[in-house]
């Protein structure tokens, strides 16, 4: 079995813990960038702030990525340094406390989230990445072979990201504009 280190990353604001964040990957963006893997909007923290990046069978590197007001690390500014078990990243009124541990302990059963509950970047595992593209293929089918009960008709409504029928009717009106343009020009 692979050891796989797992960074604990909490965010706190006046040494309140705002969000705890898990990671496996080997680079961490940290930024006022919706896409980042840990987004903090406010004004204070730059786009594209920090970044933690693990370097190939060593440590986590820690690296200011040219913001405006600076990366902390422990108080000390810093451009890079190493990340250390129990070290402290500061930007701004913020503060990332950081947990090193290695993989072979158990990990716990993520809980149960609602919709409600979303305020960040969602990350999927390999296993619920495929559940929810199997589902999304469920759903699919079955908008397609459901047929009216009785009085009652049965349908879902359409997805934004489903291509069919809408992709029909404008191959449908652009095969038609062709053959109008054509009967015009070869009249």
Sequence with gaps: MQDVQVLKIE?????KVIKTYHFTQDTIDIGRIPTADIFIDNSGVSRQHTRIERSIGGPYIVRDMGSTNGTYLNDIQINEAT???????NLGKFSLHVHIDSGDQPRPEPASVSPDDFDGTTVLNPEQLARLRAEIVNDTADSFSRKPSGNKTVSKPKKSSDPGRGQVFLWAALIIAIMVIAFLIFK
């Design 83 to 89: 990340l250390n078990n129990g070290d402290s990243i």
């Design 11 to 15: 965010l706190a604001i006046k040494d």
